[in-house]
């Protein structure tokens, strides 16, 4: 079992106060400011809980990804995913979108196809997303 742990703290209200959030279990980043603006508007240098769900998503779709193309006997070479996280105040998060381009030697396009499918299905962050959030991946095979 693996647990990780992160930080945020908040000042003021909700619309003109801002926080920061913090990557406790790696130290990889500290005091990352937030702000309701950077949810809803343009980020302004900082960063919003949907940037960093997309974020796990695409790093966990990658990885979901590589093992179940490995698995087959086709281990790519690249994968590349782009997560867009869809933030609509008052409704929530509503979509994920997750673009897919991936090298994959040797692999056809059936074969491609095959191990996505597997992934949808694998990806732990999309498993706790689904039912809850529309996802949709368009994928590439390069």
């Keep these: 079992m693996a647990q990780r742990k992160a930080r945020a703290s908040w000042n003021g209200d909700?619309?003109?106060?801002?926080?920061?959030?913090?990557?406790?279990?790696?130290?990889?980043?500290?005091?990352?400011?937030?702000?309701?603006?950077?949810?809803?508007?343009?980020?302004?240098?900082?960063?919003?809980?949907?940037?960093?769900?997309?974020?796990?998503?695409?790093?966990?779709?990658?990885?979901?990804?590589?093992?179940?193309?490995?698995?087959?006997?086709?281990?790519?070479?690249?994968?590349?995913?782009?997560?867009?996280?869809?933030?609509v105040p008052g409704a929530g998060i509503t979509t994920m979108d997750l673009t897919v381009t991936a090298a994959v030697p040797g692999a056809d396009e059936a074969a491609f196809q095959e191990g996505l499918a597997a992934a949808q299905g694998s990806c732990p962050v999309s498993s706790a997303l689904r039912g809850n959030v529309e996802i949709n991946v368009q994928a590439t095979l390069a």
């Design 14 to 87: 909700l619309f003109s106060g801002n926080g920061v959030v913090s990557a406790a279990s790696s130290g990889l980043f500290a005091d990352a400011p937030v702000s309701w603006p950077a949810r809803t508007e343009e980020p302004g240098g900082k960063t919003s809980p949907e940037e960093l769900i997309a974020a796990a998503h695409a790093a966990c779709f990658c990885m979901a990804l590589s093992n179940e193309l490995s698995s087959r006997g086709h281990p790519p070479e690249r994968l590349d995913v782009e997560a867009t996280c869809t933030f």
